[in-house]
Structures are given as C-alpha cells and as structure tokens.
C-alpha cells in the first residue's frame, strides 16, 4: 500500500480526510473537512474548501480551487488554473455562505485548463470541457463543449476520442474499439 505523500509547504487541516497513494504537492490548502478519495494527485497551490469530495484517481492541476459544494466522482481531470464558483450572486458585503450550491462533476469527466464551472450544474460522466470554456448550464454523458458560453460541438469517447456517429446513431472509439450508442439526444457505452 502506497502511503500518502504531503509536501512540506502544503497545508492539511486536521480532519481532512485523505486517502492512500494520494500526493499533495507545493504551497496547497486542504480544510479539515475535506474529502479526498485514494491515488489522487493535488498539484502545486490548491485549494480544497470544506465538504468538498474528490473520488479515487482525481487528478487537480496548479492553481485550482475547488469551493464547497463541489463533488468529483472517480477519474477526473481538473486542468491547470480552472475555476468552479460556489455561489450565483457574489456580493462582498453580502454573507451566503448558505446559499452555496451543489457541483457534481461525473465520472470520467475531463475539464480543460481556465474553465469556469458556474455552480449548481452536473456534468456527466467522461464529458470534455475544453480549455477556456464557461459552463453555465448540465452538460450529458460524453458530451465535448467548447466556448463562452460552452456549447455541446459533439461527442467523446471514455479514452478521449470524438465519435462520430452513423445514420443508424452507432459509433466506435478510434482507440479503444468500444461501441457506443446515440439515442434520443443521450450517448451511452454498449
């Protein structure tokens, strides 16, 4: 079993839960009631709010804050310097710290590098945010969105790959073989 690695410069809350083959890199912040599932990689100045939860294999770029509200499932990728937002209304002189709303980033999911994910959204399992893109709005199961605001441009595989899809609504990933089947507007793995 692969013990958890914390830099010395990076801060744990007492409470924090961490699991094992975790690493914690440079100049990070993880608050006392974190969750953070096992075989992650937190890199260099990030910050992990309370009742925050990252799955198993999370993987967190530099310069990411991830805010309460916010849940990773297993294997997600959170690219450098990308932006989830806890709160629709911000205002500095206005306390809504009960008015956080729920984020909940679905297995598999890839987010771009300078994303911004406004709160209160679902994004499904293996979708792919590109780098730059703003999500204001649930994006499905293997969708690939791009842009401000992100607009759906087509599918993605589990490994990454787009799809693309016959008349029949069937499609192979380029990489892995696996089918897959679009049907009313929603792809799933056969």
């Known amino acids: 079993m692969q013990p958890v690695f914390i830099h010395e410069t990076a801060v744990v809350d007492e409470g924090a839960t961490i699991g094992v083959g975790t690493k914690i890199w440079h100049f990070s912040h993880i608050m006392p009631k974190a969750t953070i599932g096992a075989n992650c990689n937190i890199g260099q100045n990030v910050f ?11 993987k967190v770029q530099n310069n990411v804050s991830i805010y309460t509200g916010v849940i990773c499932e297993d294997d997600v990728f959170l690219g450098p310097s990308m932006v989830f937002t806890n709160v629709i209304n911000p205002r500095s002189a206005v306390n809504r710290r009960d008015a956080y709303l729920k984020t909940r980033v679905g297995k598999g999911a890839s987010i771009g590098a300078n994303a911004t994910i406004v709160c209160g959204n679902d994004l499904g399992s293996y979708c792919f945010i590109g780098a730059g893109s703003v999500v204001t709005k649930s994006i499905p199961d293997y969708a690939l969105v791009v842009g401000n605001p992100a607009k759906q441009v087509g599918w993605i595989s589990e490994w990454g790959e787009k799809l693309s899809f016959d008349e029949k609504g069937h499609a192979n990933c380029s990489q892995s073989g696996d089918k897959y089947k679009l049907r009313e507007g929603r792809v799933f793995k056969n």
């Open 48 to 58: 992990i709010a309370d009742n925050v939860k990252l799955g198993s294999n999370v």
